[in-house]
């Protein structure tokens, strides 16, 4: 069965405190790993896709890495506006069908 | 461009009762699909569809209803509406290549009392 755990569930940092969020996932045929933030009360935006081990992608201070077993959202020097919570998902082969995971809860503060 | 709509934002229903939740995008995605949000359980499909007149299950289609009448639109239907629907439910499109971007709609919070 497919499977997307991230971890932390929870997680608070001082403004400018870098960090990362992972994302594991076991799935047979990996097409793409997605990664959303999403803000109170709104729907999930988009952040990055990446569709093999090895690649990386950046915006602003975020950068999303990729593995055979996991992905890394990095958070460098992060501001009070970072504060939301980070989806993960992931496609496999046959679909457009996505698997979520539960979410990392990221508060930042001043 | 609007992107993906949803309507109505927020809606209280009694056991029992029927509804539709509205969804609507103006980007021509072939695929769109239905997804809830549980606290703890991450954002789960309901239903989906690769265009119209095409709709399939997802993980957890019990109690809801889709049709896919036009490329637009993809309303989901609760038919008989029970506590267990309380959720927060998101619509989503994209183009049917796979590996595409699903952009999402605001959300409708539905409350089954």
């Known amino acids: 069965e497919d499977q997307v755990t991230q971890s932390p569930e929870a997680l608070r940092l001082q403004e400018g405190e870098s960090s990362s969020l992972n994302c594991s996932y076991t799935?047979?045929?990996?097409?793409?790993l997605f990664w959303y933030r999403q803000d109170p009360g709104k729907g999930p935006e988009f952040l990055f896709t990446l569709y093999s081990a090895g690649e990386e992608k950046e915006k602003e201070r975020l950068k999303a890495t990729l593995t055979k077993k996991e992905s890394f959202l990095h958070i460098t020097a992060p501001k009070p506006e970072d504060s939301a919570t980070y989806l993960c998902?992931?496609?496999?082969?046959?679909?457009?069908?996505?698997?979520f995971g539960t979410g990392t809860q990221l508060k930042v503060e001043l | 461009n609007a992107g993906v709509t949803q309507t109505p934002k927020f809606q209280v229903l009694k056991t029992g009762q029927s509804m539709t939740l509205q969804c609507a995008q103006d980007m021509n995605h072939e695929y769109m699909s239905w997804y809830r949000q549980d606290p703890g359980m991450g954002l789960r499909l309901i239903h989906y569809?690769?265009?119209?007149?095409?709709?399939d299950q997802g993980e957890v289609p019990n109690g809801y209803n889709v049709s896919r009448s036009t490329t637009e639109d993809f309303p989901l239907r609760l038919l008989s509406a029970a506590p267990s629907q309380t959720s927060v439910y998101f619509c989503?499109?994209?183009?049917?290549?796979?590996?595409?971007?699903?952009?999402f709609g605001p959300g409708t919070r539905l409350l089954v009392l």
């Open positions: 989503a499109s994209s183009y049917n290549r796979g590996r595409e971007t699903q952009y």
């Open positions: 998902a992931v496609e496999k082969g046959g679909g457009n069908k996505l698997t």
């Open positions: 799935v047979s045929g990996l097409r793409g």
């Open positions: 569809s690769v265009g119209a007149g095409i709709t």
